[in-house]
């Protein structure tokens, strides 16, 4: 059966932390590990609820103040210290949008309600055909549901679709409903990769 459709997750693909100094100066701040603070901010049950959509992104935001003491200011220069090493590759987008429209090509991210503002503003989102966001659909990878939402949103059948994705146990679960999994370890070899699975 033919490739129809392929979808990218977004943080660790699209999105990657280029630079971790600016995470690893907040870690030391607090007197933490560079794992610890960012499982602090990822990690919690506030950004496992998140995650699903049962509390938004701002009452997570809310609970990594109380659990570090700041203020409104303090808590967003928190916020923008921690993702200030994080970078979109843009010239990455450029080659999804170049997919289309010969594939329906689809987002889908383990994200926190603000995900499709944000994609929106930084004029990425019209690379993508349809979006699939965890706290929008109330379920998360690894759980197949959400990749069942994904293909009947683009209306294919899981043999039809491709997915990439930076964690292997989201690309084995993918791959356990019947979608091709592509694990993303840099975009040179996703490119390779892909042109293996669709050629």
Same mark, same amino acid.
């Given at each position: 059966m #033919? &490739?129809r459709?392929?979808?990218?997750?977004?943080?660790g693909?699209i999105? =990657?932390?280029e630079?971790?100094?600016?995470?690893? /100066?907040?870690?030391? =701040?607090f007197?933490?590990?560079?794992?610890?603070i960012?499982?602090?901010?990822?990690?919690?049950?506030? %950004?496992q609820? %998140?995650?699903?959509?049962e509390?938004?992104?701002?009452?997570?935001?809310?609970?990594?103040g109380?659990?570090?003491k700041?203020?409104?200011?303090?808590?967003?220069?928190?916020?923008? #210290?921690?993702?200030a090493?994080?970078?979109?590759?843009?010239?990455?987008?450029?080659?999804?949008?170049?997919? =289309?429209?010969?594939?329906h090509?689809?987002?889908?991210?383990?994200a926190?309600s603000? *995900? =499709?503002?944000?994609?929106?503003?930084?004029k990425?989102?019209?690379?993508?055909d349809s &979006?699939?966001?965890s706290?929008?659909?109330?379920?998360?990878?690894?759980? %197949?549901?959400?990749? /069942?939402?994904a293909?009947?949103?683009a209306?294919?059948?899981a043999?039809?679709?491709?997915f990439?994705d930076?964690? /292997?146990?989201n690309?084995? %679960?993918?791959?356990?409903?019947?979608?091709k999994g592509?694990l993303?370890? #840099?975009?040179?070899?996703?490119?390779?990769q *892909?042109?293996?699975?669709?050629k």
């Amino acid at each position: 059966m #033919s &490739i129809r459709a392929i979808f990218f997750d977004f943080g660790g693909v699209i999105l =990657r932390t280029e630079y971790q100094a600016p995470r690893q /100066q907040l870690a030391e =701040r607090f007197n933490m590990e560079y794992e610890d603070i960012d499982k602090a901010v990822f990690g919690s049950p506030s %950004a496992q609820r %998140a995650s699903i959509g049962e509390i938004t992104e701002e009452a997570h935001w809310k609970e990594i103040g109380k659990r570090f003491k700041l203020s409104d200011a303090d808590l967003k220069a928190f916020e923008e #210290s921690f993702f200030a090493g994080d970078v979109i590759d843009r010239d990455f987008v450029e080659y999804i949008d170049s997919l =289309r429209p010969k594939y329906h090509v689809g987002l889908i991210s383990n994200a926190w309600s603000g *995900l =499709r503002e944000y994609i929106t503003r930084e004029k990425i989102v019209t690379a993508f055909d349809s &979006i699939t966001i965890s706290a929008e659909v109330g379920v998360a990878k690894p759980e %197949a549901k959400i990749f /069942q939402v994904a293909l009947d949103q683009a209306g294919v059948k899981a043999e039809e679709a491709v997915f990439v994705d930076d964690f /292997q146990v989201n690309i084995d %679960a993918c791959e356990s409903i019947g979608m091709k999994g592509v694990l993303f370890k #840099s975009p040179q070899d996703v490119l390779k990769q *892909l042109y293996q699975v669709l050629k």
